[in-house]
């Protein structure tokens, strides 16, 4: 039982600090990015943003799904998390690549594998709602 609330609580902790990030992410893109990096390039920035937020909520209510078995919750913990880190974080750094001096365009093949990882934790939770047993 313990460690069924472990992941309940990671999953609640993971969504609250993705959501507390997102705001702050989002505030820079409008506010500290602005005349330092093209329209282009913030619009692109608040994409990652707006799919980390996305994928706060995900994890907040994923965290709070009773229904979901403890081993689909793990699995939806670490796709989610290494799907945030790869996609929305490579898509940060590809939208301020002109203020960096690594070339993120390199890694850019990071931002797709993220996406797949994100893709994993949907149908991960799709695979677990499918299983509930109806009256």
């Excluded at 959501?19 to 329209?39: Q, R």
């Excluded at 898509?91 to 994993?120: C, K, Q």
Aim: with cysteine; proline share 1%.
């Amino acid at each position: 039982m313990a460690q069924k609330q472990s992941y309940h609580r990671k999953l609640l902790i993971l969504g609250a600090i993705l959501g507390f990030l997102a705001v702050i992410l989002g505030a820079y893109a409008a506010h500290g990015l602005k005349g330092k990096i093209s329209p282009e390039d913030i619009a692109v920035f608040e994409t990652g943003v707006r799919f980390q937020m996305y994928h706060a909520f995900f994890a907040l209510i994923v965290g709070c799904l009773g229904c979901i078995s403890q081993k689909a919750k793990t699995i939806i913990f670490y796709a989610t998390l290494l799907g945030v880190i790869c996609f929305s974080g490579s898509i940060y750094g590809l939208a301020t690549n002109a203020l960096t001096s690594f070339d993120f365009t390199s890694i850019a093949l990071v931002t797709p594998l993220g996406g797949l990882f994100l893709i994993t934790a949907w149908g991960v939770l799709i695979g677990n709602l499918f299983k509930i047993k109806t009256n």
